[in-house]
């Protein structure tokens, strides 16, 4: 018996027996209850329903032995828009790839009723089924990792933008608290937002804090050097803040020549720099 | 012939570069430049470049060189005014005019020669 054949008679077992596989397939699916909840309940069974219809057709003018055919388009994309949701809803890739290996014992239970008679066509299409159904969950678990990762790059988007907030302290005075580790592009959203501050507020000196830093390497320093390079060729001189004692030593080991630069243990002992530069003076008031 | 002209401000002398440089124009400005630093007496010179769009390498070194010519005749220079996108060109070209003192805007340029 070939292939095709038996795609033909698998697809027709899933005709013939859909409510019955559902209903099983369901079942099967709330005995490993992920989570109870009428909507969630609601979505599973119009998700089982949409993807057991669209599957005889497939398997018949498809075939089972391949998926990225224009026959699976359909089903294809249903599994797609399937997993983008489950992404989304936190759901885990074992999850998600369950939806469709759970399919499995219904179907196989199908098909040994249908075609109890006929061993070898029974033995075939079993074989066929399971590869089907393993390209089908293989799929939905790579679908479902590509939309993690878009999620993962749109919060990592989001975090560089929140990350280099530019401050104003006092009138001619910016801080810019770094938080986090320096790479190249990093360097150039802190550079621009820097320097377009400098020309919206007119600033003369600017504090940039790197308590947040965790670690200050040859790459790091150099990518400081050229922020603070920018800023003085912009008119705006720059003191460096916040360097920890672990950091000032790694500083030293490396060699990185920060002697031309204004440095300071504390954002405190920085702006009182920065003050005395612009020509203000904090005192206190006597109790 | 094209020139950049120079405007007198008290013992200050006002350069404002608005045209795209060249070879020529850049020697006529630095002949231009050190006759009137030494004509006028000349405490120190602006170098406005807010309209510069684009600065490149020949532009930096030119305007250092013309910053060493100005202190040989004891006359400092500001250079004022440049873009935030200009910086960021010239330290990734690693041209970062050490010898050369720089401010916001040509207000503030002022202030810092009147303060020497």
């Known amino acids: ?287 | 012939m094209e020139r950049i002209p120079i405007l007198r401000i008290g013992d200050l002398l006002l350069v404002s570069i608005q045209v795209d440089m060249h070879d020529r124009l850049a020697m006529t400005l630095q002949d231009d430049l050190t006759e009137r630093i030494v004509s006028d007496r000349a405490k120190g010179v602006l170098i406005d470049i807010s309209s510069l769009d684009l600065v490149d390498s020949f532009i930096g070194r030119m305007i250092s060189n013309t910053a060493a010519m100005a202190r040989v005749l004891d006359a400092q220079t500001v250079l004022v005014g440049m873009q935030p996108a200009v910086a960021i060109t010239l330290v990734e070209l690693g041209l970062t005019l050490p010898g050369v003192k720089t401010a916001l805007n040509v207000e503030k340029g002022m202030v810092m020669l009147g303060k020497r």
């Not at chain 1, 391949?66 to 759901?91: F, P, Y």
């Not at chain 1, 390497?217 to 920018?230: E, G, P, W």
């Open chain 1, 1 to 287: 018996m070939s292939s095709n054949d038996t795609a033909r008679r698998l697809g027709a077992v899933i005709q013939e027996h859909e409510q019955q596989i559902l209903e099983a397939w369901i079942g099967h699916l709330n005995s490993l209850s992920f989570r109870k909840d009428a909507a969630v309940a609601d979505q599973l069974r119009r998700h089982c329903t949409q993807l057991l219809s669209l599957l005889p057709d497939a398997t018949v003018t498809g075939g089972t032995d391949n998926i990225e055919g224009r026959a699976w388009d359909e089903v294809r994309n249903l599994l797609a828009e399937i997993s983008n949701q489950r992404a989304k809803q936190g759901s885990t890739p074992s999850e998600t790839a369950t939806f469709v290996f759970s399919l499995k014992q219904s179907l196989f239970a199908a098909l040994r009723e249908a075609l109890s008679a006929e061993p070898a066509v029974l033995a075939d299409a079993l074989w066929g089924s399971t590869t089907l159904l393993d390209q089908l969950g293989l799929y939905t678990v790579e679908v479902f990792q590509k939309s993690r990762d878009q999620i993962i790059v749109r919060q990592q988007q989001e975090l560089l933008e929140l990350s280099t907030p530019v401050v104003k302290l006092w009138q001619d005075v910016l801080a810019l608290p770094l938080i986090g580790t320096l790479d190249s592009a990093r360097t150039q959203v802190v550079m621009e937002s820097l320097l377009e501050k400098i020309v919206e507020t007119g600033a003369a000196i600017a504090i940039i804090d790197i308590t947040g830093v965790p670690t200050v390497d040859t790459l790091v320093a150099q990518h400081l050097l050229k922020t603070i390079a920018a800023a003085r060729l912009m008119g705006a001189d720059c003191i460096i803040s916040g360097i920890r004692p672990q950091i000032a030593q790694t500083i030293v080991h490396l060699g990185v020549n920060l002697e031309d630069v204004m440095t300071k243990a504390t954002l405190a002992d920085a702006f009182e720099v920065a003050l005395a530069r612009v020509g203000a003076r904090v005192t206190r008031i006597a109790a």
